[in-house]
């Protein structure tokens, strides 16, 4: 039997209960990420500030149809700034209703470390996924199937 894949799993742990879930007699990785959360990087501080900055000054928006605009506005890549507006969402700093995103109360967030959120860490994972499988030598693979099957 052989495993097939189409995109890199969320996390390598699920690729690697996939390999040792069964003996595979071959592996097809047939990887494509349509936005690729490795090549995008993650967003550094100051673009979490300089999206912060700029959601105090806005009136309540529609993120969908705006999310191209404020990435070309700030310079963000808009994988990034999807993943920020997450990360601001879970960290309670905006609420986000039907598509519409507001910015809450300020005095609620302070001392909130983005990076211990869900959705940063859940972000990570994926890029390190993408990293390790899709943009990976075959050797580089190849080995790290054998170190997780021994």
């Known amino acids: 039997q052989g495993l097939v894949l189409l995109e890199p799993p969320k996390q390598m742990s699920d690729f690697d209960q996939l390999v040792l879930g069964q003996d595979w007699q071959a592996f097809y990785l047939v990887l494509y990420a349509q936005e690729s959360k490795y090549l995008a990087g993650l967003p550094q501080r100051a673009d979490f500030a300089k999206l912060y900055r700029w959601l105090v000054s806005q009136e309540p928006f529609n993120l969908r ?42 005095s609620r967030h302070q001392n909130t470390n983005l990076e211990e959120t869900a959705a940063y860490r859940a972000y990570q994972a994926a890029m390190d996924s993408e990293e390790a499988l899709v943009f990976a030598t075959l050797d580089q693979i190849k080995e790290y199937v054998k170190r997780i099957r021994s």
């Open 65 to 106: 149809a705006r999310l191209a605009e404020i990435s070309q506005g700030l310079a963000i890549n808009p994988v990034q700034l999807k993943l920020m507006f997450h990360v601001f969402y879970e960290a309670g700093f905006v609420s986000i209703q039907e598509g519409q995103v507001a910015v809450q109360d300020a």
